[in-house]
Nanobody, 125 residues
Framework: QVQLVESGGGLVQAGGSLRLSCTAS????????MGWFRQAPGKEREFVAH????????SYADSVKGRFTISRDSAENALLLQMNSLKPEDTAVYYC??????????????????WGQGTQVTVSS
């Protein structure tokens, strides 16, 4: 099984930046789709971005497009999320997740089988 661990969350003022990382217990990223999701209090878990490890194609939610960048570090077997120009509405617990390559919709959390425990991102105004 794949175990995922997120790190890099914290408290930042609006307009600031954070870089989240997700590491895996095994070198399996190359055979999976990797995604970032977030969940704010009282809201459903929502799609942020995903990357198809083999080939590196990416997709972003409209709410973060142009501000967030998802990337891979194959040497370290790590998934990254660079978050710039942060807004208070970005405040949430951020999760990384892995999905098999045969699912239909990688914007849905239901596509993903393995999840990290999350890291808190708080953006103050």
């Amino acid at each position: 099984q794949v175990q995922l661990v997120e790190s890099g969350g914290g408290l930042v003022q609006a307009g600031g930046s954070l870089r989240l990382s997700c590491t895996a217990s095994r070198r399996t990223f190359s055979r999976y789709v990797m995604g970032w999701f977030r969940q704010a209090p009282g809201k459903e878990r929502e799609f942020v971005a995903h990357i198809i490890w083999s080939g590196g194609s990416t997709s972003y939610a409209d709410s973060v497009k142009g501000r967030f960048t998802i990337s891979r570090d194959s040497a370290e077997n790590a998934l990254l999320l660079q978050m710039n120009s942060l807004k208070p509405e970005d405040t949430a617990v951020y999760y990384c997740a892995s999905a098999p390559t045969y699912r239909n919709d990688y914007r849905s959390p239901r596509a993903y089988d393995y999840w990290g425990q999350g890291t808190q991102v708080t953006v103050s105004s």
